[in-house]
């Protein structure tokens, strides 16, 4: 995920419903809350310092240990005009800022 640069993919993607490397890592590191809480600092500091994509998956792994730290991460990241794809999964991809899709994860009218 730390590769990750623009795009954020949370599920299968596209017609023939691709899972890619990042997404598989991001759904690795969601199975495995033992590895997921080892990794907190590194995958914290990643929220603050990497790629716009992933500031993103990190925050949402953060989440996964704890839901307000990684709200927190991801409200800090809500006015970023950085470039950034979507997708939740399925043919759709949203091409967007980083503040957009942040938005759109918390469910959240920009």
Request: glycine fraction near 8%; charged fraction near 25%.
């Amino acid at each position: 995920m730390a590769r990750a640069e623009r795009s954020v993919e949370l599920g299968p993607v596209g017609f023939a419903a691709v899972v890619t490397e990042t997404c598989q890592a991001y759904r690795d590191l969601v199975a495995d809350p033992e590895s997921l809480t080892a990794l907190r600092t590194e995958i914290t500091d990643l929220a603050r310092s990497g790629s716009p994509a992933a500031r993103i998956y990190a925050a949402l792994l953060i989440g996964e240990i704890d839901r307000a730290d990684g709200t927190a991460l991801l409200d800090a990241m809500s006015t970023s005009e950085e470039l950034c794809d979507l997708a939740l999964g399925g043919c759709t991809v949203m091409s967007s800022s980083v503040g957009d899709a942040v938005a759109r994860l918390l469910g959240r009218a920009r």
